[in-house]
């Protein structure tokens, strides 16, 4: 059975930093692409980053791009999210997710999700 | 960025009913890439229909989808109870990855 766990959310102050992580069971962590997705308060989803099997190739929105940092440790079958200079409007549940990429990159599996607030 | 309009933004059903979900595209893409997912209140997203028309693993025969290019729909033939949710399309055509706003399905 595919398991997703993330960790490390909180509360944080704003233009502080926050690493999340996932620990992923139950399938060949290294064969897939994983991703980041979340969801602010009553509000809908939205794609945070990806990252390739081996990590070398990662993709983000704009919303996001130069202050996130996805990664991964495939010994460890884990996936992170560094966030920096965080936002009020970074204030989600992140979920963690498998990224069917090489057909038709949908995101098939997903943890439970982690909550973010950023507050002074 | 492909904008999905989804409609309704909320639905309300009795059970048994059939309920059409709408998803328009900014521009057109390949159903290859158009998917649906099922939220449940305090739940997280769950792949319903992938690739327009394909039901994931465990997923009921009353859950349908169809479409192509700009316009796509999903379906369920006879709503059940257990059946309310938040569902969301979202399209892998194109980097950035993006969701419809989301239908919300309550019952009557």
């Known amino acids: 059975e595919v398991q997703l766990v993330e960790s490390g959310g909180g509360l944080v102050q704003p233009g502080r930093s926050l690493k999340l992580s996932c620990a992923a069971s139950?399938?060949?962590?290294?064969?897939?692409?994983m991703a980041w997705v979340r969801q602010a308060p009553k509000k809908g989803l939205e794609w945070v980053a990806t990252?390739?099997?081996?990590?070398?190739?990662?993709y983000y929105p704009d919303s996001v791009k130069g202050r996130f940092t996805i990664s991964r440790d495939n010994a460890k079958s884990s996936l992170y999210l560094q966030m920096n200079s965080l936002k009020s409007e970074d204030t989600a549940t992140y979920y963690c997710?498998?990224?069917?990429?090489?057909?038709?990159?949908?995101?098939?599996?997903w943890g439970q999700g982690v909550m973010v607030t950023v507050s002074s | 960025a492909i904008v999905l309009n989804q409609s309704p933004s909320s639905i309300i059903a009795s059970q048994g009913e059939k309920v059409t979900i709408t998803c328009r595209a900014s521009?057109?893409?390949?159903?290859?890439?158009l998917h649906w997912y099922q939220q449940k209140p305090g739940a997280f997203p769950k792949l319903v229909i992938y690739?327009?028309?394909y039901r994931a693993s465990g997923v009921p025969s009353r859950f349908s989808g169809s479409g192509s290019g700009t316009s796509y729909s999903f379906t369920i033939s006879r709503v059940e109870a257990e059946d309310v949710a938040t569902y969301y399309c979202?399209?892998?055509?194109?980097?950035?990855?993006?969701f419809g706003a989301g239908t919300k399905l309550e019952l009557k």
């Open positions: 997710a498998r990224h069917e990429y090489y057909g038709y990159k949908a995101f098939d599996y």
């Open positions: 139950g399938f060949t962590f290294s064969n897939y692409y």
């Open positions: 990252i390739s099997t081996s990590g070398s190739r990662t």
């Open positions: 521009s057109s893409i390949s159903s290859n890439y």
């Open positions: 690739s327009t028309s």
């Open positions: 979202q399209q892998g055509s194109s980097n950035p990855y993006t």
